[in-house]
């Protein structure tokens, strides 16, 4: 992980002297775990600690350990910038955990950019340096009041059931299906539709115009038949025993979820967030087609991505995070010029959906965009502007109509598939086996 900005050292100092917490260590028969903070604000690291210690710690399974007392902190701060500091060195980290009789090792970086934080977590095993938990979590902002959500939902991931550690997890809240994988994508400027590379636009594509889009970050994958049961069984009315008929799924559980309607999937975005400890950022109200969604932006959780997102991400575009122009890879389809490398069309699909992540990810590793299945993101359908924007999220108003982009397993990919094709037309409440959705975070 490349580190370009000062970094703050800081762990907690659990315990008394050094001699006695080895001997407390060895006495309880648990492993010892050290916690060790990089980040890149210095008025976050304390109390982020602090709440680590609480949530890792809740179910009595390891017995912490102090690296800021003789020499440890020197020493650990030292194994980590092993190789020049640009990236965590695993082995390095983990013989300083063997020669300090430390097992499992927490290290969290905090990499700012402008005022978001993406904080990314590993728990590494010493005896033989591999990475046992990993978890990642994005904030904005730079009090310490969130923390406590940051804490709670990273060590959620670290200690999830899927993870390999040498000890017995702890008993978590919610199914490893929950862990979703996301992308971070620092946002910037773009030029959004019927760009020159783009060959045969259609008139829902025009005209070009500029768009800025704030830091996010996008799912890895489309949303998976496995994850949309964790979340789904029981909720409007579905169940354990119906939940996959209802929405025709295959018998493979990473094909993307499908068939599901607009305010089906921002039901589950809400549903996700709830279970994970975030916030619910919809509000939706009615029945039917009468059903309206209120987007709270300054609510922090899961959601849908807006059309300008997604093909920022789509298009493999990367700022540094401010309003200047971002890179993109001016590619016809989302990583490739080839649409065989990068998605699933009706040329090469056997007319069937596929399991995620199967074809090359464009650049910012996020897979699928260029077909398998269609993609609800939030705005609504209408014509571009050619009006600069910052952050838009569609028409307002009253129409039913929601945005698809993506294209699908069923549909050319010429016309479909490329990185500003759309689908405006599709009413929200409308559902096809062809159609899912991949979640974005603030």
């Known amino acids: 992980m490349k580190q370009n900005y000062k970094l703050y050292f800081a762990a907690l100092l659990l315990v008394g002297a050094t001699g006695m917490m080895t001997a407390g260590a060895q006495g309880s028969g648990k492993p010892t775990l050290a916690v060790f903070v990089v980040g890149g604000d210095n008025s976050l690291v304390t109390p982020l600690t602090a709440a680590l210690r609480t949530n890792l710690t809740s179910g009595g399974q390891y ?125 910037g400027r773009f030029t959004m539709g019927c760009t020159a ?15 800025t889009v704030s830091s996010f970050s996008m799912g890895k994958f489309e949303v998976t038949q496995a994850q949309w049961k964790a979340v789904m069984t029981g909720v409007a009315g579905t169940s354990a025993a119906n939940v996959g008929e209802i929405y025709s799924f295959k018998d493979d559980d990473q094909h993307p979820a499908q068939n599901m309607d607009w305010f089906e999937a921002v039901t589950f975005c809400n549903e996700l967030s709830r279970r994970v400890g975030l916030e619910e950022v919809y509000t939706i109200t009615g029945t039917g087609t009468s059903k309206t969604v209120t987007w709270d932006m300054t609510k922090k959780g899961y959601r849908l991505p807006t059309e300008a997102e997604w093909e920022y991400a789509a298009r493999g575009c990367q700022g540094d995070g401010s309003v200047s122009d971002a890179t993109c890879e001016n590619l016809l389809y989302s990583g490739s010029n080839d649409p065989d490398e990068v998605g699933w069309h009706s040329g090469n699909s056997g007319k069937t959906v596929h399991p995620v992540g199967q074809k090359k990810p464009n650049k910012l590793g996020i897979y699928d965009m260029s077909g398998n299945v269609w993609e609800w993101v939030y705005d609504r359908g209408g014509s571009y502007s050619s009006t600069a924007a910052t952050n838009p999220t569609g028409p307002t108003g009253s129409g039913s109509n929601r945005v698809l982009r993506g294209s699908c397993w069923l549909y050319g990919i010429v016309n479909w598939g490329r990185v500003s094709s759309r689908e405006i037309s599709i009413a929200a409440s409308d559902r096809l086996t062809n159609r899912g959705f991949r979640l974005a975070l603030p």
């Open 197 to 211: 590379e783009q060959v045969g636009c259609l008139a829902s594509e025009k005209p070009t115009h500029i768009v």
């Open 63 to 187: 017995t912490l350990t102090s690296v800021s007392t003789s020499g440890k902190f020197t020493e650990l701060q030292a194994a980590y910038t092993a190789g020049g500091g640009s990236s965590i060195n695993r082995d390095a980290l983990a013989a300083w955990g063997q020669t300090n009789s430390i097992s499992t090792i927490c290290l969290v970086v905090d990499d700012v950019k402008g005022s978001d934080h993406m904080f990314y977590a590993h728990l590494i095993d010493a005896k033989d340096s591999k990475l046992s938990g990993k978890g990642s979590y994005v904030r904005t902002g730079v009090s310490s009041d969130e923390l406590s959500r940051v804490a709670l939902a990273l060590a959620k991931q670290l200690d999830g059931s899927g993870r390999r550690r040498s000890t017995p997890a702890p008993t978590r809240s919610y199914p490893a299906e929950l862990d979703i994988e996301m992308v971070r994508v620092e946002g």
